[in-house]
T-cell receptor, first 116, second 110 residues
């Protein structure tokens, strides 16, 4: 059973370009979370999605950032007009549908975004 | 903001038990204690969780005080590969985001 997959693992963009980060959850998982880790800082929650729905986007910057989790295909985190401050590691996590005694989140290896 | 307090760093000799403390004095009755770790720059890894009883799995043991205001993660025989940042997190059951604090950087020394 493959784990959470993220691609690309490394992404380099120039200021003003768009960055698209992809996350394929574990098989059977319908909940996806995105976290950001700035250099030398802790992980910060960004957005929580279920298939075709954004459940909680309280951690998302108000501008330039968007996320989706379509019915088919991976979850996408999109950053428009990137700036140097967007340089960070972006982690995706997935969890199974509700109903279990707890909901452990399984993390992917992350995408390291560098903005030149 | 994180509802937990952890020491910023700890050292442990290889082969010895590593005991990582966590204070969560404002924990609510329906909140669980979760532990994750992050090895170098990898994605965080789930270790263990508990509500009020002590828990043990193949990775670690979790000891929660009777008043639930603090807990200790125990790695019984630490190895060099256990060197990581360990995060103690309190959260309600169900699908909710994880709120990471600064964690404890554990260094296992040969």
């Amino acid at each position: 059973n493959a784990g959470v997959m993220q691609n690309p693992r490394h992404l380099v963009r120039r200021r003003g370009q768009e960055a698209r980060l992809r996350c394929s959850p574990m098989k059977g998982h319908s909940h996806v979370y995105w976290y950001r880790q700035l250099p030398e800082e802790g992980l910060k929650f960004m957005v929580y999605l279920q298939k075709e729905n954004i459940i909680d986007e309280s951690g998302m910057p108000k501008e330039r950032f968007s996320a989706e989790f379509p019915k088919e295909g991976p979850s996408i985190l999109r950053i428009q007009q990137v700036v140097r401050g967007d340089s960070a590691a972006y982690f995706c996590a997935s969890s199974p549908p509700s109903g279990g005694s707890y909901n452990e989140q399984f993390f992917g290896p992350g995408t390291r975004l560098t903005v030149l | 903001d994180a509802k937990t307090t952890q020491p910023p760093s700890m050292d442990c000799a290889e082969g010895r038990a590593a005991n990582l403390p966590c204070n969560h004095s404002t924990i609510s009755g329906n909140e669980y204690v979760y532990w994750y770790r992050q090895i170098h720059s990898q994605g965080p890894q789930y270790i263990i969780h508990g509500l009020k009883n002590n828990e043990t799995n193949e990775m670690a043991s979790l000891i929660i005080t009777e008043d639930r205001k603090s807990s200790t993660l125990i790695l019984p025989h630490a190895t060099l590969r256990d060197t990581a940042v360990y995060y103690c997190i309190v959260r309600v059951d169900g699908n909710t985001p994880l709120v990471f604090g600064k964690g404890t950087r554990l260094s296992v020394i040969a």
